[in-house]
């Protein structure tokens, strides 16, 4: 599951220097609304905890996207993307404690999440999560009043560790913190963006001010000690409580980066160290090639290294341990691949194509078996284009090709699939990049000059009300041309859209082929199927009605025709029809068929109500809230011949029926 990370910015005295004064609009101004595929617009008013306005206040939103415009660290067997960030601000509200802010964030910038944070002097931080899917959001902020963090660090023997680093740090959603892109900065992108970082004086001590009441992260950096992060408590300024850290002294990871086998050194090249899963230390080579990195606690972690931008030599990584010593020397040869120069523009326009994500697929299909389901080793060439469009890129000598990805999403997708690339035919997982770039290079060949183009699709908008003729208040959308997590719709769950307030954004439509979109109200288990044509995507927005969801009923028998008890049908939304299953069990022959767009229904969309689909006595279960006309499948987990993936059902239910299914023999 995607980790999250974060920005911290300057302090209180810098933001209050560089933070944007709000403007008042001059009415009727001739200005060109901001598009609400792309953008965000957050308006609001900062409060004290006595309800007056806070003039002065800082305010920023952090989104965090899948990494489409910066470097990955890796990217998944599967193309996931991992997640990165952006923040817009600070801006600084005025007397009235009124602040507006236009964040890069919306349906052809698709997030994760989405935060507002603020805070003024003398005042608590507060935040609060912005609603995905809607386009203006207005909001009453109310600070807290002021907490702090009193602290004291304590070395390996007990004493004052003086003159370390301390900075408070952002967890969203509690899944921890990493930096997964190739962005190395200091303070690091995690950090608190409003809160500055303080140093221990020499009796160790520090103090944070300006926090909530919560409970917060800080992370304490230093050469003499393992970067670390610890969990703190504020207290109210009035009646501060001072707690004790004790610290973790520093393992030390160096070395020397050469180029292959005439051994120069590889400076400016990015070294990266990941401890655990969410631990990330980033620096780059001095002119000599040497590196030193203080990592997090651990004895295990990976090292991997990466070549700066125009070199002919491919990235590094290598699982490595310590021992007892605190010290470990790692000097790493870096291998000759083959340089590839290109350019990514729009079709017909030929527009560049700006923050594009470039990533390389090698062909190989007698290692294909453990690549496609690698779930720990990412591939490591990748590169996002430049302002111009263009990139360079080492790869391996051989065959494979660059898969684009645009940096928002309003490009029409390029169907292919796995067993395409690795045995020249339709099969396995279907992938669906904005672009493909075939290579066939040969070892020690001149650097090779591509170029790849990027069919602009356009943004479907429509009017979705319930049964009632009123705006649906909350929705989701599935589309096969929304793919915010990577390429693969295969198995993820998280390729949908929030909408809100009756409001449907869809963009990257196929603006000559049209497609289809199925809505779900989940809340009232309301839902439809939406076929669309190129006209209506590029015509005025449509006005689409929500109706009744529909249900299914199903028997489960074992081979002698009794009835399978307490068994809960594995139901999937297939928006592409085809195997289920046959990617799964790759037998390293071409032998396998093309796997279906699948996607477990209950467990992503209807968690709640999938308890209440088990087999009864008789061995029936209903399946209930199922959008009309929505293609589904239940899958049969036992199989004879996995090339061709499980017995399925297939079927769609029309509005408010309840339809039964044929019969499901499951033999034990």
Known sequence: MPIRRFRRLAAPALLAALATAIVPRPSGADERSPDPAHTTIVTGRLLDADGKPVGGGQVVVMAEHWARFERPLGVGSHNDLPITFRTTGPVRTDQQGRFRIEAPVGPARPSWNVLLHAAAEGHGMATVELAKG??????????????????????????????????????????????????STDPPPYANPLIPAVSTDDKGRFLIRGLGKDRVWIEITDERFATQRMHAQPTPIGGMKESSFSLVGARVVEGRITYGQEGQPAAGARVVIVTGSVNVVQTRTDDEGRYTLNPFPGDSFSLTVFPPDGQPYLPWKKGLSFTQAARLETDV?????????????????????????????????????????????????????????????????????????????????????????????????????DAIVPLDLKPGSEPSVVSAMLRRGATLRARVLGPDGKPAARFIALSKSYIPTGIELFQAGWNTMDCRDGELILPGCDPEKGGTVYLFDREHALGTTVDFDGEQVTGPPLTVRLQPCGNAKVRYVDGQGKPV?????????????????????????????????????????????TGGWKTDAQGWATITAL?????????????DDMTRGMARTEFRVKPGETLTLPEIVRPE
Not at 135 to 164: C, H, N, S, V
Not at 577 to 600: C, F, N, R, T, Y
Not at 627 to 637: C, H, K, R, S
């Open 627 to 639: 959008i009309p006309g929505a293609p589904y499948v239940i899958a049969n987990d036992r199989a």
């Open 333 to 433: 040869e870096l291998e000759p691949g083959v340089l590839v120069r290109g350019r990514v523009a729009e079709k017909p326009s030929g527009r560049p194509v700006a923050e594009a994500l470039v990533v390389y697929r090698r062909r190989d299909p007698e290692s294909l078996g453990s690549r496609l389901w690698d779930w720990l080793h990412g591939v490591l060439e990748t590169t996002v284009t430049r302002a111009d469009g263009s990139f360079e890129l080492a790869v391996p000598a051989g065959t494979g090709a660059l898969y684009v990805i645009g940096g928002t999403h309003d490009y029409v997708h390029v169907a292919t699939s796995v067993g395409e690339r690795e045995y020249g035919r339709p099969s396995l997982i279907r992938n669906y990049p």
């Open 134 to 183: 809607k386009p203006e959001q207005d909001f009453t902020i109310k600070l807290d009043r002021e907490y702090a963090i009193r602290g004291r660090l304590l070395d390996t023997q007990g004493q004052p560790a003086a003159m370390a680093n301390v900075r408070p740090i952002l967890v969203v959603g509690g899944l921890g913190v990493t930096l997964e892109t190739l962005v």
């Open 565 to 609: 008890v307490s068994h809960q049908p594995w139901l999937m939304i297939a928006l592409t029809p085809g195997s289920v299953g046959a990617a799964i069990h790759v037998s390293g022959k071409d032998d396998q068929e093309l796997e279906g767009d699948w996607m477990l229904w209950g467990g992503n969309f209807e968690l709640e109500r």
